[in-house]
């Protein structure tokens, strides 16, 4: 693991965060099954391939299409503005914040925090579900199953309800304050020049500008939470939920979200938990009957 974490390190330094291809990042988590899991045969380690080659797959087809999902129709930009304004008395909260908190030129030490939290969105999920395949494989089941329900979810709204973030609003004008695209800021503080570098990339060549609605950053972040509240004391639950709200605020302060999309993120994940679990009970039921059914 100490090799591993060595690799991994130099990699990121060098080369970047590897958000921009799942394949990628699921070799990396690939490697650290077997770092982890050294004295088991090959064969073992082969069975990480068959269960999540299938998965990345999907994935990058899910990215490939994301990029074209404005393609049918205009984005959507004033609905959001006066969403946000009707909720928080005429006021955008990404332009307070930003005007309360952002310096240009100047990166303050909790935009440090900010990009951390960011790029967690594309590690998180997938290492909860490495570990969940390492140690409990019917809960890696419950987990990849509402992980595959709700970016198929967003993947529909976003061809069918294509919407502008803020910092795109500012720059074509819907926004008559101006707004900073931050979220990668923190990395020149502490050393990271490459992981920003690739990340900039992702945003400006990879990914679908206008995909805001809804904020998978924050629906993801509140699924990995809510799968386990309840799995874990209610002490905890305060823990679990700081980091969707830790995601809240690093989508809506460096310009990547407004607060409706976070809010509509949320409900998808309600959704989804609802109609996965309706459909798991289904197909357990289903199975006891036909257990339980006489056989001619």
Do not use: C
Not at 37 to 66: A, E, K, M
């Amino acid at each position: 693991m100490l090799v591993w974490a060595a690799l991994f390190a130099v990699g990121t330094y060098f080369i970047g965060v590897p958000t921009s291809d799942p394949l990628i990042a699921f070799g990396w988590l690939w490697l650290a099954t077997i770092a982890w899991r050294i004295d088991l045969p090959w064969r073992q380690h082969l069975l990480f391939l068959r269960d999540w080659l299938p998965i990345s797959l999907l994935l990058v087809v899910y990215n490939i299409s994301r990029g074209y999902a404005d393609d049918l129709f205009d984005p959507h930009v004033t609905e959001l503005i006066n969403a946000d304004k009707a909720v928080f008395g005429g006021h955008v909260p990404t332009v307070w914040l930003q005007e309360h908190l952002y310096q240009p030129g100047a990166v303050q030490w909790w935009e440090v925090a900010v990009s951390l939290v960011y790029v967690s969105h594309f590690l998180a999920v997938p290492t909860i579900g490495v570990i969940l395949w390492l140690r409990r494989r019917e809960q890696w089941g419950r987990f990849m199953r509402r992980w595959f329900t709700l970016s198929v979810a967003g993947l529909i709204t976003y061809f069918l309800y294509p919407a502008a973030p803020p910092w795109w609003a500012a720059k074509f004008g819907y926004l008559t304050e101006p707004v900073t695209r931050i979220s990668t800021n923190g990395w020149n503080a502490i050393g990271l020049h490459s992981a920003g570098n690739t990340l900039n990339a992702l945003q400006v060549e990879a990914s679908n500008p206008v995909a805001a609605m809804p904020s998978l950053h924050t629906a993801y972040a509140m699924m990995a939470a809510a799968f386990f509240l309840p799995m874990v004391a209610r002490k905890w639950w305060p823990v679990l939920l700081a980091y969707p709200l830790a995601m809240t605020f690093t989508l809506v302060y460096s310009g990547e979200h407004y607060v409706i999309d976070v809010l509509v993120g949320w409900a998808y994940v309600a959704g989804v938990f609802l109609l996965v679990g309706a459909a798991e009970r289904w197909w357990r039921a289903r199975r006891a009957r036909a257990v339980d059914s006489p056989r001619d």
